[in-house]
């Protein structure tokens, strides 16, 4: 009997792409898709997936939503919190045991170096809170942290919102441009690697190399802030540039508070630690598995962003 793979939540847009990618290398009927609203995949509900619904702020959700699931790919709860992620993870690691899940791959994020255990970025630290306890419980359950890279699509969050459709003349960052940068990776390609890695386990669970271990995807080259930007202008047609501000001013940008907020909470400060994460080093690292993984270099940072905004 086949394995069954379930992908929780099945929604946003790391979630959709793996499953996106999941179809087009097993059955339908192998996929147990869990999301707040599973309706999004009722096509798939109809070739056979099984739908269920399940939410990380209703825990009570959980409890059977794992059922029959041999392999649990895990996405992170959407925020940047650090206490709320934790807990929210944590219920679904142990509903997903208690339901006798073998195997759980859990999508991290591509700060922290090469797979080091130490980051300076706030956004990082509920998953390097969730990685020690799957660590902690590899007893029960085996796992794999695939630290996903930078989005390229997730530009915006490191340039103060730029909005492509009515650009400033200045991008106002607590950060000067210069390098360490960012190994930037296209969204997509991360889910087609993920689910290629979750099928690669189901083929030969013996014989995973990723058993209890972290594995790092990243795009095929590290970009500079002020490259990066570039890059970004001439997508747009306008002349970009970074001015370095401080901390300080940054949290006062009057564009910045509400995209922070989280459970009524500003966290403008505590994302700010995510350009000295940059400027340390963090996401520098240029890692090959992606390339192995998919079989081809991954697609650049120009191609993506001139797809998405030019």
């Known amino acids: 009997m086949s394995p069954k793979i379930g992908v929780f939540p099945a929604s946003g847009g790391l ?7 999941l179809t087009k290398l097993v059955a339908a009927s192998q996929l147990v898709l869990m999301a707040r609203n599973p309706d999004k995949w009722s096509k798939l509900g109809q070739e056979g997936a099984t739908l269920r619904q399940a939410d990380y702020d209703q825990p009570a959700t959980l409890d059977a939503a794992f059922q029959g699931v041999d392999v649990l790919m895990l996405i992170s709860y959407a925020s940047f919190e650090i206490q709320h ?5 944590r219920a679904a690691i142990l509903a997903a045991i208690k339901s006798g899940v073998k195997h759980i791959f859990y999508s991290s994020l591509g700060f922290a170096g090469d797979l080091t255990d130490q980051s300076v970025a706030h956004v990082m630290g509920a998953h390097l809170e969730t990685e020690k306890f799957l660590d902690e419980l590899s007893d029960k359950v085996t796992y794999t942290s695939v ?3 930078i989005y390229s699509e997730s530009f915006p969050i490191y340039t103060a919102w730029l909005d492509p459709a009515n650009p400033v003349d200045e991008i106002t960052i607590p950060h000067p441009g210069t390098g360490p940068g960012v190994a930037w990776v296209k969204r997509d390609e991360l889910g087609e690697a993920t689910a290629k890695l979750i099928v690669s386990y189901i083929s030969d669970p013996a014989g995973f190399q990723y058993l209890n271990k972290k594995v790092l995807f990243t795009g095929p080259r590290e970009i500079s802030l002020a490259e990066t930007v570039n890059i970004l202008g001439r997508a747009i047609g306008k002349l970009l540039k970074i001015r370095e501000i401080s901390v300080d001013e940054y949290v006062a940008l009057p564009q910045i508070g509400d ?6 909470v500003d966290l403008s400060r505590e994302w700010a630690t995510a350009w000295e994460a940059i400027k340390n080093g963090e996401t520098a690292v240029v890692s090959p598995t992606m390339k192995e993984i998919l079989g081809r270099e991954p697609e650049s940072y120009e191609t993506t962003i001139q797809a998405l905004v030019g």
Do not use: D, F, Q, W
């Open 147 to 149: 630290r996903e890279g």
């Open 85 to 89: 992620r934790v807990e929210a993870h």
């Open 259 to 264: 995209k922070h907020t989280y459970h009524g």
């Open 15 to 21: 979630g959709t792409s793996i499953v996106n990618h």
